[in-house]
């Protein structure tokens, strides 16, 4: 018999050896630990453009794996950043990854695709698939037709897959026949909380819910409706999602009306909203239909969405209230590809209260609707009228789109097709080719047929060497008949101007390639010589384009060509030499000493004449640079400003045309949000980029800088708001206090307002903003004879 104490003993103990259980077992249980992989890199880790690590992704491969690693040979402008993008890991025969995970976790998976050429192999041969776990998540995939389509640099995809019970994610990389693979960067990170656990109703089947938990789903698109861009280091629940800006996919000019939530509400999580979800920042900003209700009741706020077609669909729709704070103040319908989802919602009667976020998700399927492989979501909000609201009006906050696996348990949609427009444009160039070759033969036999050959040779080597211009003739189909003044190099004689492309000579490094400080004529002069990447075919169109645009026109404040080179598969530009460099390398996150005001203006004004040069008077019609940027403002030796950088430029309308429509192209923060929009190019596209430049010049900081705020990051909105409340001196460079003429900068921040006015017809031309930065630079040299 145990006595009391005995048996209280013996409970206490096994009570202790109970939880030393619990606690060795939780404690062996593996941490949520997120990989970061940069691939194409045996040992060395890196960070990015925003301060992320990215780790080497050599650990993780299956010991069978006989991949290769490679450079990319060419850097699209466009790219955020060269990690993870630059290099890649090229697969031609099947591999796979090996993660350990938390068991029982949902998994976000992110693949990152720069095609370029790796090892000179073709990125439009490479095609593969992916799969995950069972699940095909990209089946003869082709990351150089989905750039291409999607006229992009580079392509990420985001997968969620569902909770692993082995606590292992295998991930394989399968080459389609005869081709190979490539990826650059790989991204795994457990969800804290799976934010998919509840089934989502079936549009038209409220009987057939769709079980989220146990599907696999891909991020089609997320959208801060209202707001603006929010960069993963500023995503919560360190789930490091991309919140792009929604009026990309606004239907027609119904555009509504954007707002923010009052400092004195205060936006929270609930239990049912946690920032798994979505972070604060999306449910602060909102979009509303405005404030006329006779406007609102003829119209939808609508959202439209290209998808693959053949598969179901989850929208899931984020709300916050935060301009009012009861019940039927605010009731509207929803509508998906014009089914009634919801009738009469009401953000404050579903929770009780203002500044509380929720989110509804609504599950369609989608058939084919349209041409073969694409197919469309429309997203509609509008009034409700039954339950006499307060306020005719609708609010959304965010917006995510996610594709459902299918039975086959495949995400895998078609590659897209190129729009039209693009096709177009290639066969156009095409059909150009032969006629150029045609004429370039019939040019040198007539030309053969009057001279003797060698005589021929022997006045155009004098000419050349003796010359700074040569009129090219040629029947190569990958060259252009060129007019005007341009030379044409041997690659011989750049090879001795640059010292066989010493690095010690390199001066610059952009999309085409690298920049060279080089002589030409026997070391005489110097010169700036551009050089694409050897062997890649990427930039042709630039190249050629610079050539004709620049071989052409000739002003104080453009860049002059001297010549080219096409020889050997290398394409390589040269420029007068352009002493002094850009002209960001002299307003911010430089060493050199800052720029004073007046040589600011002076600078400004000078490239304001080049640009007023291309659109009114440097040929039949008007030129659109496409591309201007601090960057592309280059300073000779004697700080005289000049427009460069031709490669995207764009012949403008005639006088029957108001627009041209064409792809987007230019760089961002930069870009016209109107020609973003609509995709018509006008030379107010151009005023909109050099007012940028201008706030540029004035506030010493770039246009983008995602370590701040939301209000101050980007550069635009936050001088216009500083501007609107009459703070013009919160934004301008510290360098500059005290020493600008008040009205001189009153009129020079003026005219950069009017520059980024959001309609191009609001704009003034080139010509009027050159006025003004003329009066501008008269107002300082009269205070400097004042003084």
């Known amino acids: 018999m145990y006595s009391t104490y005995q048996i209280l003993l013996l409970v206490f103990c096994f009570y202790l050896a109970n939880n030393s259980i619990n606690v060795l077992s939780a404690a062996s249980e593996p941490k949520p630990i997120a990989y970061i992989l940069f691939c194409g890199t045996s040992s060395q880790d890196a960070v990015d453009s925003d301060g992320r690590k990215w780790n080497s992704d050599g650990n993780f491969l299956l010991p069978s794996d006989n991949s290769t690693i490679s450079e990319a040979l060419s850097q699209d402008p466009s790219l955020p950043s060269t990690v993870p993008y630059m290099n890649a890991r090229i697969f031609t025969s099947n591999s796979s990854y090996n993660f350990i995970v938390p068991p029982r976790t949902r998994i976000w998976l992110r693949l990152h695709f720069y095609p370029s050429r790796y090892n000179y192999l073709d990125p439009s041969k490479a095609y593969f698939s992916v799969i995950g776990n069972g699940f095909t998540l990209l089946n003869n995939f082709s990351a150089f037709i989905t750039a291409k389509a999607l006229t992009q640099a580079y392509i990420a995809r985001e997968f969620s897959l569902p909770p692993v019970e082995t606590g292992n994610l295998d991930i394989a990389i399968v080459p389609s026949e005869g081709s190979h693979a490539f990826i650059n960067g790989i991204e795994v990170i457990p969800m804290p909380h799976d934010i998919f656990q509840h089934p989502a109703a079936l549009v038209g089947y409220s009987d057939h819910p769709v079980d989220l938990h146990s599907s696999s789903l891909q991020t089609m698109f997320r959208l801060n409706v209202g707001g603006q861009f929010i960069t993963p280091n500023n995503d919560s629940g360190g789930l490091k999602r991309t919140w792009f800006d929604d009026s990309p996919y606004l239907l027609g000019a119904a555009?509504?009306?954007t707002s923010n939530a009052d400092k004195n509400v205060r936006i929270q999580y609930s239990k049912d909203v946690t920032e798994d979800v979505a972070p604060l920042n999306v449910y602060s900003t909102a979009r509303t239909m405005g404030p006329d209700p006779n406007v609102n009741w003829n119209y939808n706020l609508t959202w439209v969405f290209r998808v693959d077609p053949g598969f179901i669909y989850v929208v899931r729709l984020h709300f916050c209230e935060f301009d009012f704070n009861k019940v039927n103040q605010r009731?509207?319908?929803i509508y998906v590809n014009n089914q009634t989802v919801q009738s009469g919602a009401d953000v404050i009667a579903w929770v009780d209260s203002q500044g509380l976020p929720i989110y509804k998700d609504y599950a369609i399927h989608v058939e084919d609707q349209s041409r073969a492989g694409e197919s469309e979501i429309w997203v509609a909000l509008h009034p409700n009228a039954s339950t006499k609201p307060e306020h005719y009006d609708a609010i959304l906050n965010g917006l995510e789109v996610f594709?459902?696996?299918?039975?086959?348990?495949?995400?895998?949609?078609?590659?897209?097709?190129?729009?039209?427009?693009?096709?177009?444009?290639?066969?156009?160039?095409?059909?150009?080719?032969?006629?150029?070759?045609?004429?370039?033969?019939l040019l040198c036999g007539v030309a053969g047929g009057v001279f003797c050959c060698?005589?021929?040779?022997?006045?155009?080597?004098?000419?050349?060497?003796?010359?700074?211009?040569?009129?090219?003739?040629?029947?190569?189909?990958?060259?252009?008949?060129?007019?005007?003044?341009?030379?044409?190099?041997?690659?011989?004689?750049?090879?001795?101007?640059?010292?066989?492309?010493?690095?010690?000579?390199?001066i610059g490094i952009g999309g085409f390639g690298k920049v060279y400080k080089g002589t030409i004529d026997y070391g005489a002069t110097k010169v700036?010589?551009?050089?694409?990447?050897?062997?890649?075919?990427?930039?042709?169109?630039?190249?050629?384009?610079e050539i004709q645009m620049l071989s052409k026109l000739r002003h104080r404040h453009l860049v002059s060509l001297i010549g080219f080179c096409e020889e050997n598969g290398e394409m390589i530009l040269v420029y007068d030499y352009m002493a002094n460099g850009t002209l960001r390398e002299h307003l911010y996150n430089?060493?050199?000493?800052?720029?004073?005001?007046?040589?600011?203006?002076?600078?400004?004004?000078?490239?304001?004449?080049?640009?007023?040069?291309?659109?009114?008077?440097?040929?039949?019609?008007?030129?659109?640079?496409?591309?201007?940027?601090?960057?592309?403002?280059?300073?000779?030796?004697?700080?005289?400003?000049?427009?460069?950088?031709?490669?995207?430029?764009?012949?403008?309308?005639?006088?029957?045309?108001?627009?041209?429509?064409?792809?987007?192209?230019?760089?961002?923060?930069?870009?016209?949000?109107?020609?973003y929009r609509r995709q018509q190019l006008t030379e107010k596209s151009d005023v909109y980029s050099f007012g940028v430049v201008l706030f540029e010049v004035l506030c010493g900081r770039p246009p983008l800088k995602r370590n701040l705020c939301r209000e101050q990051a980007c550069l635009v909105d936050w001088a216009l708001q500083c501007l609107r409340k009459g703070n013009v001196h919160e934004i301008i460079d510290p360098c500059l206090m005290g020493k600008v003429n008040p009205w001189c900068l009153e009129i020079f921040a003026e005219a950069a307002q009017k520059c980024v006015s959001d309609r191009g017809s609001d704009r003034p031309s080139m010509g009027d903003v050159l006025r003004n930065l003329e009066f501008c630079l008269q107002l300082e040299e009269y205070t400097d004879i004042q003084l």
């Open 255 to 257: 555009f509504g009306v």
């Open 331 to 333: 009731v509207f319908d």
């Open 403 to 441: 594709k459902v696996n299918d039975t086959n348990a495949t995400l895998a949609g078609l590659n897209p097709e190129p729009s039209a427009m693009l096709v177009n444009a290639e066969e156009h160039e095409k059909e150009l080719s032969p006629s150029r070759s045609r004429l370039g033969r």
């Open 454 to 506: 060698a005589t021929v040779a022997a006045i155009l080597v004098f000419i050349r060497r003796k010359t700074n211009y040569w009129l090219l003739i040629n029947g190569d189909s990958h060259t252009l008949t060129i007019g005007g003044h341009c030379r044409r190099f041997t690659l011989w004689e750049i090879k001795q101007g640059t010292n066989h492309f010493d690095e010690s000579k390199v």
């Open 528 to 545: 700036a010589i551009k050089r694409s990447n050897p062997d890649s075919h990427q930039g042709v169109k630039e190249f050629h384009t």
């Open 590 to 675: 430089t060493d050199k000493p800052p720029l004073p005001w007046k040589k600011r203006l002076e600078i400004a004004i000078g490239a304001a004449k080049g640009l007023h040069y291309l659109h009114t008077g440097a040929a039949k019609y008007t030129i659109i640079h496409r591309d201007v940027k601090t960057t592309n403002i280059l300073l000779d030796e004697n700080w005289v400003s000049k427009v460069s950088d031709f490669g995207l430029s764009k012949t403008g309308p005639n006088l029957d045309q108001t627009h041209v429509n064409t792809v987007v192209k230019g760089s961002f923060g930069y870009l016209d949000p109107e020609y």
